[in-house]
C-alpha cells in the first residue's frame, strides 16, 4: 500500500520564498487561510488524494496544502505519544467531522438509552451482551489471521467444547478477553494489566509460548508490519528498549482525568488513541492488534459508554481491512496528525451502532412474530422465545443445556428446565450424542407451535 508523503512545512515555505509574486512566507500564508474554499474544506484530505484534485482557483497543489496544514496546525493539540524516528510527538484536531460523530457517539453510545423493547428484559440483555462478545471474538480473531467459520466458532463458544486448532484458540481467547475486561481489569490502567490482557489473548496461539504476556526484548527480532499484497514493510515500531518506558506512558495517558492533559480531551477521543498507541508502539510478538482493541473496548466501557458492549467494531474493520491499515499510514505519513485514524474509527462506531440498531428492529419483529404464533400459550419466558425464535430461522440448530445456558448467563438448571418444558410440549426434538442430550426444532416448528394450546395445569 503506497501513500505519497506530503511535502513538509520547510519545504513548501522555501518554494513560496522562490515565487516572485508574493512579499515573503508570512503574507502569502494569510492570503491562503483567508481563502473561503481552504477555511471551509470539508472533508479531511490528506495529501496522497489532495495532489489528485483540481485546486482552488489561482492555487498551486502545494499552495493548497500550505494553507490546509497551517489551519490544522493552529488547532493541533500534542499527544505525550512520541515518533520513534522522528522524536516529535504525534498530535490530532477536532475539526467539524470529528466533532459531529462524536456528538453521535455520545447520544447512542452512553446515557439513558431508550433501547429496542428485546432487550429490555435483564436476562434479554445478557443474552445479546453474549452474542455480542461471541461475535466481535470471533471477527477480532479472523481480522489478525483465524479461519474458523462464524457457525463452528459460536456452536464450539456455546457448547463449551475445547477448541480443536489454532484458529479456534484464537477465538476463544478473545472471548475471555472481553470477560476479563468486564469483570476483571478494573477502572485503572497498569503496564501488568496490559500484559495479562495480552497474555488471555494468545495464550497457547504464538510460536514462542513465553511471549504471551511479555513485552519484546532487546534479544528479540522486532516484530514490523508488512504490506499483504507485497510483503513491503509499512511500519517499523520502536526499538525493544524503549518498550517499557513507552507502556508505562500508555498507562499514565490511559489513567489521566479528562482535564489533566493540557485541558479536556473527550473520553471517546483517548480510547481511540489508545488503540492508536499501542498498535503504533506493537510491543509484543503477536497480538497486537487484538490487544488494542481490547482496550479500547475497556476504556468506553470505564467511562459509561456501555452501549458499545453491544458492538463489534472488528466485524465491520474486516470488511475492509485495507482501509484500516490506511488509517494507521495516513496518520504516520504527515507528521503524526492522528485525526485521520480518529475519524476512521468515529466512523466505524457509528455504523456499528446502526448495525445494531437494525439488528435490534430485527430481532424485535422476530419474537413478536413467535410471540403471536404462540398466543394463548402462556408461561414461555423470553429465553425460550428467543430460542424458538432461532430454531425457526435455523431448523438445523442444535441446542443443549451447555449452549442455552452460555447463550442466557444462567445456570445449567435453568437451561436444562427450559428446553425440557419445550420439548415436553412438542417444541423440541431430543437425541442423545454420548452422554449428552441435544435438542432441535420439531418437525415443521411454526404448526406446531401454531398447534399449542395452553400449557397443562399443575
Same mark, same amino acid.
Given at each position: 500500500?503506497?501513500?505519497?508523503?506530503?511535502?513538509?512545512?520547510?519545504?513548501?515555505?522555501?518554494?513560496?520564498?522562490?515565487?516572485?509574486?508574493?512579499?515573503?512566507?508570512?503574507?502569502?500564508?494569510?492570503?491562503?487561510?483567508?481563502?473561503?474554499?481552504?477555511?471551509?474544506?470539508?472533508?479531511?484530505?490528506?495529501?496522497?488524494?489532495?495532489?489528485?484534485?483540481?485546486?482552488?482557483?489561482?492555487?498551486?497543489?502545494?499552495?493548497?496544502?500550505?494553507?490546509?496544514?497551517?489551519?490544522?496546525?493552529?488547532?493541533?493539540?500534542?499527544?505525550?505519544?512520541?515518533?520513534?524516528?522522528?522524536?516529535?510527538?504525534? /498530535?490530532?484536531?477536532?475539526?467539524?467531522?470529528?466533532?459531529?460523530?462524536?456528538?453521535?457517539?455520545?447520544?447512542?453510545?452512553?446515557?439513558?438509552?431508550?433501547?429496542?423493547?428485546? &432487550?429490555?428484559?435483564?436476562?434479554?440483555?445478557?443474552?445479546?451482551?453474549?452474542?455480542?462478545?461471541?461475535?466481535?471474538?470471533?471477527r477480532?480473531?479472523?481480522?489478525?489471521?483465524?479461519? %474458523?467459520?462464524?457457525? &463452528?466458532?459460536?456452536?464450539?463458544? #456455546?457448547?463449551? #467444547?475445547?477448541?480443536?486448532?489454532r484458529s479456534?484458540?484464537?477465538?476463544?481467547?478473545?472471548?475471555?478477553?472481553?470477560?476479563?475486561?468486564?469483570?476483571?481489569?478494573?477502572?485503572?490502567?497498569?503496564?501488568?494489566?496490559?500484559?495479562?490482557?495480552?497474555?488471555?489473548?494468545?495464550?497457547? %496461539?504464538?510460536?514462542?509460548?513465553?511471549?504471551?504476556?511479555?513485552?519484546?526484548?532487546?534479544?528479540?527480532?522486532?516484530?514490523?508490519?508488512?504490506?499483504?499484497?507485497?510483503?513491503?514493510?509499512?511500519?517499523?515500531?520502536?526499538?525493544?528498549?524503549?518498550?517499557?518506558?513507552?507502556?508505562?506512558?500508555? /498507562?499514565?495517558?490511559?489513567?489521566?482525568?479528562?482535564?489533566?492533559?493540557?485541558?479536556?480531551?473527550?473520553?471517546?477521543?483517548?480510547?481511540?488513541?489508545?488503540?492508536?498507541?499501542?498498535?503504533?508502539?506493537h510491543?509484543?510478538?503477536?497480538?497486537?492488534?487484538r490487544?488494542?482493541?481490547?482496550?479500547?473496548y475497556?476504556?468506553?466501557?470505564?467511562?459509561?459508554?456501555?452501549?458499545?458492549?453491544?458492538?463489534?467494531?472488528?466485524?465491520?474493520?474486516?470488511?475492509?481491512?485495507?482501509?484500516y491499515?490506511?488509517?494507521?499510514?495516513?496518520?504516520?505519513?504527515?507528521?503524526g496528525?492522528?485525526?485521520?485514524?480518529?475519524?476512521?474509527?468515529?466512523? %466505524?462506531?457509528?455504523?456499528?451502532?446502526?448495525?445494531?440498531?437494525?439488528?435490534?428492529?430485527?430481532?424485535?419483529?422476530?419474537?413478536?412474530?413467535?410471540?403471536?404464533?404462540i398466543?394463548?400459550?402462556?408461561?414461555?419466558?423470553?429465553?425460550?422465545?428467543?430460542?424458538?425464535?432461532?430454531?425457526? #430461522?435455523?431448523?438445523?440448530?442444535?441446542?443443549?443445556?451447555?449452549?442455552?445456558?452460555?447463550?442466557?448467563?444462567? %445456570?445449567?438448571?435453568?437451561?436444562?428446565?427450559?428446553?425440557?418444558?419445550?420439548?415436553?410440549?412438542?417444541?423440541?426434538?431430543?437425541?442423545?450424542?454420548?452422554?449428552?442430550?441435544?435438542?432441535?426444532?420439531?418437525?415443521?416448528?411454526?404448526?406446531?407451535?401454531? #398447534?399449542?394450546?395452553?400449557p397443562?395445569?399443575?
Amino acid at each position: 500500500m503506497h501513500i505519497a508523503k506530503p511535502p513538509g512545512i520547510l519545504e513548501l515555505a522555501h518554494r513560496v520564498r522562490q515565487r516572485d509574486d508574493v512579499d515573503g512566507f508570512d503574507s502569502a500564508v494569510r492570503m491562503l487561510i483567508d481563502r473561503k474554499e481552504i477555511r471551509s474544506s470539508g472533508d479531511y484530505l490528506h495529501w496522497d488524494k489532495l495532489r489528485r484534485l483540481t485546486p482552488p482557483a489561482g492555487l498551486s497543489h502545494h499552495d493548497w496544502w500550505l494553507g490546509i496544514k497551517w489551519m490544522r496546525a493552529s488547532s493541533f493539540s500534542l499527544l505525550p505519544l512520541i515518533d520513534a524516528a522522528e522524536d516529535e510527538h504525534f /498530535c490530532y484536531g477536532t475539526p467539524p467531522a470529528v466533532l459531529r460523530l462524536l456528538h453521535y457517539v455520545d447520544r447512542h453510545c452512553s446515557g439513558q438509552i431508550a433501547m429496542a423493547e428485546v &432487550v429490555s428484559d435483564e436476562q434479554a440483555r445478557r443474552h445479546y451482551l453474549v452474542n455480542s462478545h461471541m461475535e466481535e471474538a470471533i471477527r477480532s480473531s479472523q481480522l489478525e489471521g483465524a479461519t %474458523t467459520t462464524r457457525r &463452528v466458532a459460536k456452536e464450539m463458544l #456455546r457448547s463449551g #467444547r475445547e477448541p480443536t486448532d489454532r484458529s479456534e484458540l484464537m477465538i476463544l481467547n478473545n472471548y475471555r478477553a472481553l470477560e476479563f475486561i468486564r469483570e476483571g481489569m478494573g477502572e485503572r490502567l497498569e503496564p501488568e494489566t496490559v500484559l495479562e490482557l495480552h497474555r488471555i489473548l494468545t495464550e497457547g %496461539t504464538l510460536d514462542d509460548p513465553t511471549a504471551a504476556g511479555r513485552l519484546q526484548g532487546p534479544g528479540d527480532e522486532r516484530v514490523a508490519v508488512v504490506d499483504a499484497t507485497d510483503g513491503s514493510v509499512i511500519h517499523k515500531p520502536p526499538p525493544a528498549e524503549q518498550l517499557p518506558e513507552r507502556l508505562r506512558a500508555l /498507562c499514565d495517558f490511559a489513567n489521566r482525568d479528562d482535564e489533566d492533559f493540557e485541558g479536556f480531551m473527550h473520553p471517546v477521543v483517548r480510547a481511540i488513541l489508545l488503540h492508536f498507541w499501542l498498535a503504533y508502539d506493537h510491543p509484543f510478538e503477536d497480538g497486537n492488534g487484538r490487544t488494542a482493541r481490547a482496550l479500547f473496548y475497556w476504556y468506553m466501557r470505564t467511562r459509561g459508554y456501555w452501549m458499545v458492549e453491544y458492538l463489534s467494531i472488528s466485524r465491520i474493520l474486516r470488511e475492509a481491512p485495507a482501509q484500516y491499515s490506511r488509517a494507521f499510514l495516513l496518520t504516520e505519513t504527515d507528521e503524526g496528525d492522528t485525526t485521520y485514524f480518529l475519524l476512521h474509527q468515529l466512523h %466505524t462506531v457509528k455504523r456499528a451502532v446502526e448495525e445494531l440498531h437494525a439488528y435490534l428492529r430485527r430481532k424485535v419483529s422476530e419474537i413478536r412474530d413467535v410471540e403471536r404464533l404462540i398466543e394463548g400459550a402462556d408461561g414461555l419466558n423470553h429465553r425460550q422465545l428467543a430460542l424458538l425464535s432461532d430454531a425457526i #430461522r435455523r431448523p438445523e440448530g442444535t441446542y443443549t443445556y451447555q449452549s442455552h445456558a452460555t447463550s442466557h448467563r444462567v %445456570t445449567h438448571e435453568t437451561a436444562r428446565n427450559d428446553l425440557l418444558r419445550l420439548h415436553g410440549r412438542g417444541l423440541l426434538r431430543r437425541r442423545k450424542i454420548g452422554r449428552m442430550h441435544a435438542y432441535s426444532a420439531a418437525a415443521d416448528l411454526p404448526h406446531a407451535i401454531e #398447534r399449542l394450546g395452553p400449557p397443562t395445569p399443575k
